[in-house]
């Protein structure tokens, strides 16, 4: 890592911790519920950028796994308001429960889906997991007892276990998602470092090299869908308590779409760069409309004619998006096999790999 880049990070590290406290100083607590969504957004963005960005799997049903993690949120909050067992058990309102019963749910759903959409490459790998985004998204607005089209509206969020913590404090709560995000940074990192990091890059590269070696890219590839499955649960649980509500517009295309441009903005295949292009997205979103609103009434619901543009700029001029230019990698245009990734291309075009992995030698497979 080089210093300018530890530098951004660490004075971006220091904004977000310093954050709460200027703000209630300043009496502008409105800006912790933002940053707070922010981060939540960013945990999505960066599981997503995991998959995509270091395994080319361009994933358009993303938030599927978010709204799921919401939707625990969700039904154990029914459950619990009515007295009404779910499967036979008292259902809970502890937030790390909740948060685990999220991640695990989430990272079945993406094992299953993952399993069937890595058979298949490009095009249908996008429309494969559309697809099943976009059944459980009419699942959940079939399922009346939840809410149906029109959701779930939450009286309150989670409890810590012993009440230590009060997760109604938007200060408190902002710190637990500046927590969870930080540590699936770490875990992020370590995964994108390691040798189960190096094959992922390398199938990217060239699936055939990397299973010629005796690597077993489906698994592989299977394994980094699941974790970025968890942790879009997790977040969908942080935004069902932070918005104090759940619904089928969780687990739509559109949300999948945002999370996509999320990770354009920031940078594809940074790790860290998602985080900026959220930061990015939510505060566009937040203040172009009440830019437009003020120049004509009515122009604020307009706003993404002018994200268009600069997505479109930060595509062509800024190599690695906002995170890569505050690196200092400026000047050209993204390269087009940081957004496609191997799954758009031919599997078999010759193409080199830069890869140092060592082969593998519990396949059994003769290298």
């Known amino acids: 890592m080089r210093t300018r880049e530890k530098i951004v990070l660490l004075i971006t590290l220091a904004v977000l911790l310093l954050l709460p406290m200027v703000a209630e100083a300043t009496g502008n607590s409105f800006y912790i519920r933002l940053a707070a969504r922010i981060l939540i957004l960013a945990l999505a963005a960066v599981s997503l950028d995991l998959i995509l960005?270091?395994?080319?799997?361009?994933?358009?049903?993303?938030?599927?796994?978010?709204?799921?993690?919401?939707?625990?949120?969700?039904?154990?909050?029914?459950?619990d308001?009515?007295?009404?067992?779910?499967?036979?058990?008292?259902?809970?309102?502890?937030?790390?429960?909740?948060?685990?019963?999220?991640?695990?749910?989430?990272?079945?759903?993406?094992?299953?889906?993952?399993?069937?959409?890595?058979?298949?490459?490009?095009?249908?790998?996008?429309?494969?997991?559309?697809?099943f985004a976009q059944m459980l998204y009419f699942l959940m607005v079939a399922a009346r007892k939840y809410g149906g089209e029109d959701g779930l509206a939450l009286w309150n969020r989670n409890e810590m276990p012993g009440?230590?913590?009060?997760?109604?404090?938007?200060?408190?709560?902002?710190?637990?998602?500046?927590?969870?995000?930080l540590a699936f940074l770490f875990i992020g990192y370590r995964v994108v470092h390691s040798r189960f990091g190096r094959v992922l890059r390398g199938a990217k590269d060239n699936e055939r090299r990397m299973t010629a070696l005796g690597f077993p890219v489906y698994r592989y590839r299977l394994a980094a869908f699941v974790i970025a499955g968890a942790a879009a649960g997790v977040s969908g649980a942080l935004l069902a308590n932070y918005t104090?509500?759940?619904?089928?517009?969780?687990l739509s295309w559109t949300q999948s779409g945002e999370l996509i441009v999320m990770v354009v903005l920031g940078g594809i295949g940074t790790l860290f760069g998602p985080v900026f292009g959220a930061a990015a997205f939510v505060l566009l979103e937040e203040f172009i409309p009440e830019i437009l609103n003020h120049v004509?009434?009515?122009?604020?619901?307009?706003?993404?004619?002018?994200?268009?543009?600069?997505?479109?700029?930060?595509?062509?001029?800024?190599?690695?998006?906002?995170?890569?230019?505050?690196?200092?990698?400026?000047?050209?245009?993204?390269?087009?096999?940081?957004?496609?990734?191997?799954?758009?291309?031919?599997?078999?075009?010759?193409?080199?790999?830069?890869?140092?992995?060592?082969?593998?030698?519990?396949?059994?497979?003769?290298?």
């Open 244 to 250: 104090m509500f759940v619904g089928p517009s969780y």
């Open 81 to 131: 308001f009515n007295a009404e067992p779910i499967l036979g058990l008292d259902a809970t309102q502890s937030f790390l429960a909740i948060l685990a019963m999220a991640a695990v749910v989430s990272a079945m759903f993406a094992l299953v889906i993952g399993a069937i959409c890595l058979r298949t490459r490009g095009i249908s790998f996008i429309m494969i997991t559309l697809a």
């Open 53 to 79: 960005g270091f395994g080319g799997m361009v994933s358009f049903g993303h938030a599927a796994f978010v709204g799921l993690g919401g939707y625990v949120v969700g039904i154990m909050f029914y459950h």
């Open 296 to 367: 004509r009434d009515g122009w604020g619901e307009h706003w993404q004619i002018l994200l268009g543009p600069i997505l479109l700029f930060i595509v062509l001029f800024a190599r690695n998006g906002l995170y890569g230019a505050l690196r200092g990698q400026t000047g050209g245009p993204m390269l087009a096999p940081d957004l496609t990734g191997a799954d758009l291309t031919e599997p078999d075009r010759p193409k080199d790999a830069d890869v140092s992995v060592e082969p593998a030698t519990d396949t059994g497979r003769p290298v």
């Open 163 to 181: 009440g230590v913590v009060d997760l109604h404090d938007h200060a408190v709560f902002y710190f637990v998602c500046l927590g969870l995000l």
